[in-house]
């Protein structure tokens, strides 16, 4: 007799196996709709690489939304994958495919149709979240589709080490370029070194202190710092061009403009120019609705902030309650050896049945 463990762990090998990097999701797309489809559990393709699937509009039960993507990072030479010591390896294990597995197979075993259970749930799947924020498919999705902005919760189920992590940071990332005058090495005092002033800048952004700030009772790092410097063209050319990359990480409750303009300022350097390219918003903290603390409960784990980005964001933009669950263990994201636990996936499915059976 085959196992749910054994279910599980053949589900997400098989959507392992199907390559879905960014912007070529399509076919996992197609995977987990057919094996939906297979098991007669309602599915509707929402377009731009989504999905729909089990109950997506509130009705008289509360309504959980399971969600997460399809796409994963660029292969490593971890495609196929493989099931050995306790655990699916492989390309988009940890992130997200086991956990996209998990909620196909909830469905699949009709958990969204059950009599008696206290919640209605759904499934949203969708592509281009390892792109940045402005390629986002779920934003677009959530304006297109009114009916998912009733749910009750939405978990958001990227790696989490089987935890609850509230709310999110904001990103923001810009260039900051410095502007300076060309000249021979042999004589710099003709020129303006461009790459010196980024040096002396980039001093002074360091000593921009790291802020902690607390929401329901979980602490968020507020941290701004330069990623990359690049400037230069010859060993023997004062540069009169350099580029740093800047990355803030802001907390919930800053807005995304407020980001802006604390980033703007203390960037304001002469002979410097800043263009942000892109920035994705923070996430409210959600742990305190009655869903989210059922599910908290269930975990047996403490909440944890999620010091990180993930879509939680987007959700709480369209004034859907969400928190990050999953059961990857983000060690493992984004690696040439990712990998995800056969025992975290059937602990995983094991308590989102359990919250929607019994509700709050």
């Known amino acids: 007799m085959t196992t749910l463990a054994d279910r599980l762990a053949a589900a997400t090998l098989e959507l392992v196996d199907v390559a879905s990097e960014s912007r070529a999701e399509q076919p996992a797309i197609d995977l987990a709709a057919r094996r939906l489809r297979d098991a007669g559990v309602p599915v509707r393709d929402a377009g731009d690489t989504c999905l729909l699937a089990g109950t ?11 969600a997460g993507h399809l796409d994963t990072v660029p292969a490593q030479g971890n495609r196929p994958g ?9 390309l988009g294990a940890t992130d997200m495919k086991g956990a996209c597995a998990v909620m196909v197979e909830l469905l699949r075993d009709g958990l969204h149709a059950e009599d008696g259970r206290a919640c209605d749930v759904g499934v949203v799947l969708f592509g281009r979240e390892e792109l940045p924020f402005v390629d986002t498919a779920l934003t677009p999705l959530l304006e297109r589709e009114p009916g998912l902005r009733g749910a009750d919760l939405a978990v958001v189920m990227e790696p989490t080490a089987g935890g609850v992590q509230g709310g999110c940071l904001g990103n923001l990332n810009a260039t900051w370029t410095f502007h300076g005058v060309a000249a021979h090495s042999a004589r710099p005092w003709l020129g303006d070194n461009a790459l010196h002033k980024a040096a002396a800048a980039i001093a002074r952004l360091a000593e921009v202190p790291i802020v902690r700030h607390e929401f329901s009772g979980l602490e968020y790092a507020e941290c701004v710092g330069v990623t990359r410097l690049q400037g230069g063209v010859a060993d023997n050319v004062v540069p009169d061009e350099a580029h740093a990359h800047v990355n803030y990480r802001y907390p919930p409750g800053v807005a995304a403009a407020d980001a802006e303009a604390r980033l703007r300022a203390w960037c304001d350097v002469p002979g410097s120019s800043l263009r942000i390219i892109g920035n994705a918003p923070s996430g409210t903290v959600h742990v305190d609705e009655p869903l989210a603390r059922a599910l908290i409960a269930r975990t047996g784990r403490a909440v944890a902030p999620k010091q990180a980005w993930t879509p939680v964001a987007e959700l709480a933009l369209a004034g859907v309650p969400a928190l990050n669950y999953g059961p990857g263990d983000p060690v493992y994201a984004h690696k040439r050896d990712e990998l995800v636990r056969i025992d975290a996936l059937v602990e995983s499915y094991e308590t989102l049945a359990a919250l929607v059976r019994a509700g709050a």
């Open 82 to 90: 493989r099931i050995a010591d306790g655990a699916v390896h492989g």
């Open 56 to 66: 997506w509009t509130r009705g008289d039960r509360p309504l959980v939304l399971l």
